[in-house]
């Protein structure tokens, strides 16, 4: 079967609209005899004339005449379609997202951009699931939305990203601890008891690699998997952590923190997206609401 030609639609929405094919030719910006053309294969595509000569002019058929506000709503839809995304209405706009991230920027960030989502659009719904590592087939597959990190060698190729944030390593202790009445050493720092992170049990970062290059070597007694734990253990403990400072900036509320003793390289942390809602008007503001709470957070 063959497929129909949807271009005639338009056509015939003209035709049917103007009751004559001069004016239909000269809206459509064609020929008359190319609108002649296009009406005679109207009639073969429909099996019905259409339109028939009543005296000077032409008049619809009753065919024509049912197919006239059916053909109108089709084109109507048509060019909705292929019309460039309106900006959504977020007052009333109803949404859920899925956000894939490290539990320090939920805990950090998380509130600030629940208050403004809630703020401008209350229909929107957040969820947060835990990042366990840099796979990024569930961009893929549409389980979640969006995804912030460290651009890393799991993720595709094909996917969009937009920097949020620079961010620096820095020491972080409870109140009291030793560390907070003596000036800090590369050695002393070293030589302390650290809390480590690691996914895979094996600590090993940009604090160590640091700390490398002076010969030296981080005592960790323990590894946790978020930089909220990590926190959360040298506020109880005397354990040292090194964190992102400006993503565990909540988290550290009432500890001592300090710079490190020594050069570590930055991070850059980023949302990264799947390229399919890259024209989605609501994702689009989702992000850009995502990089205003994190410019915020400065």
């Avoid at 005449?65 to 048509?78: I, P």
């Avoid at 957040?126 to 569930?138: M, N, Q, T």
């Avoid at 030296?216 to 005397?238: E, I, K, M, P, Y």
Wanted: proline content about 7%; glycine content about 10%; some cysteine.
């Amino acid at each position: 079967m063959s497929r129909p030609d949807f271009n005639l639609l338009l056509t015939l929405d003209v035709l049917l609209a103007e009751g004559n094919v001069a004016r239909a030719a000269k809206r459509l910006r064609l020929s008359p005899s190319a609108m002649s053309r296009a009406l005679a294969r109207l009639r073969k595509t429909t099996g019905d004339q259409l339109l028939v000569r009543a005296g000077r002019g032409l008049v619809p058929t009753p065919r024509a005449l049912e197919l006239r506000e059916k053909v109108s709503e089709l084109v109507q839809d048509v060019e909705a379609a292929l019309r460039p995304a309106e900006k959504p209405d977020l007052a009333t706009l109803e949404r859920s997202f899925t956000l894939r991230a490290g539990e320090g920027f939920v805990e950090n960030f998380g509130p600030t951009l629940l208050n403004h989502v809630a703020a401008a659009a209350p229909g929107i719904r957040l969820g947060f699931v835990p990042k366990i590592d840099r796979d990024s087939s569930a961009l893929r597959d549409g389980t979640v939305d969006l995804e912030t990190g460290v651009l890393g060698s799991g993720m595709g190729p094909e996917l969009r990203m937009q920097a949020l944030f620079r961010d620096r390593f820095i020491g972080v202790v409870r109140a009291g601890h030793a560390l907070c009445a003596t000036p800090i050493t590369p050695s002393s720092f070293a030589a302390g008891r650290h809390v480590g992170l690691s996914r895979h049990g094996v600590p090993h970062g940009p604090v160590d690699e640091a700390l490398a290059a002076l010969g030296l070597r981080r005592n960790v007694v323990t590894t946790v998997g978020g930089f909220s734990t990590a926190v959360a253990l040298a506020r109880a403990s005397d354990l040292i952590a090194s964190v992102p400072e400006r993503h565990t900036g909540n988290l550290r509320d009432g500890m001592y923190s300090f710079d490190l003793p020594f050069p570590a390289p930055e991070i850059t942390v980023s949302l990264f997206w799947h390229p399919r809602l890259h024209g989605d008007p609501a994702h689009r503001w989702l992000r850009g609401v995502m990089l205003d709470v994190c410019a915020f957070s400065r």
